[in-house]
């Protein structure tokens, strides 16, 4: 039977501390792949059919960290085309990864974001929140990348890239 990926999105979520910048991290915790479990992620999720991706970030990671997104990087310059029947967003991500062998067949576009708000206390898809300084999320890349969700290793290797 054909198999198709399963789009879904992805956020850097960026936090000033003391002046330092810092990024959120949870652990991963999913039932269907209990092996990951524990592994470092950003916050991500499925895209539903005909959502904006911009509303599922939003809505992805409002229920996993319970944080609110007020600013995701390049949602003003994405385009919106509406023809007939259709109505078709183009944007651009900060990053896209694909998996090509494993449990998921999934697709993430990962944005940069800015948030507002408390971090949930409990959430059944994620625990161990936590801001990181991007000098800690480097030693991760660079000295633990098994420790990180393999989805993200190299999304979190561009930004620290472009951060320093």
């Given at each position: 039977?054909?198999?198709?990926s399963?789009p879904?999105?992805?956020?850097?979520?960026e936090?000033?501390?003391?002046?330092?910048?810092?990024?959120?991290?949870?652990?991963?915790?999913?039932?269907?792949?209990?092996?990951?479990?524990?592994?470092?992620?950003?916050?991500?999720?499925?895209?539903?059919?005909?959502?904006?991706?911009?509303?599922?970030?939003?809505?992805?990671?409002?229920?996993?960290?319970?944080l609110?997104?007020?600013?995701?990087?390049?949602?003003?310059?994405?385009?919106?085309y509406?023809?007939?029947?259709?109505?078709?967003?183009?944007?651009?991500?900060?990053?896209?990864s694909?998996?090509l062998i494993?449990?998921?067949?999934?697709?993430?576009?990962?944005?940069?974001?800015?948030?507002?708000?408390?971090?949930?206390?409990?959430?059944?898809?994620?625990?161990?929140?936590?801001?990181?300084?991007l000098?800690?999320v480097?030693?991760?890349?660079?000295?633990?990348?098994?420790?990180?969700?393999?989805?993200?290793?190299?999304?979190l290797?561009?930004?620290?890239?472009?951060?320093?």
């Amino acid at each position: 039977m054909e198999q198709f990926s399963i789009p879904g999105v992805g956020g850097i979520i960026e936090k000033g501390i003391d002046g330092i910048k810092h990024i959120l991290v949870q652990a991963r915790v999913k039932a269907e792949a209990p092996h990951e479990n524990g592994l470092i992620e950003i916050p991500a999720g499925k895209i539903r059919a005909f959502e904006c991706i911009f509303d599922t970030l939003r809505r992805e990671i409002k229920e996993e960290t319970g944080l609110e997104v007020i600013e995701i990087m390049g949602e003003n310059a994405s385009k919106v085309y509406e023809s007939d029947s259709y109505k078709v967003v183009n944007f651009m991500p900060f990053s896209c990864s694909q998996n090509l062998i494993g449990d998921y067949p999934i697709m993430v576009f990962v944005f940069i974001c800015r948030v507002r708000g408390e971090l949930l206390s409990f959430s059944d898809e994620s625990q161990d929140y936590r801001w990181v300084s991007l000098s800690e999320v480097k030693r991760m890349v660079e000295d633990a990348p098994q420790s990180l969700y393999p989805m993200h290793v190299d999304t979190l290797k561009k930004y620290i890239g472009t951060c320093g």
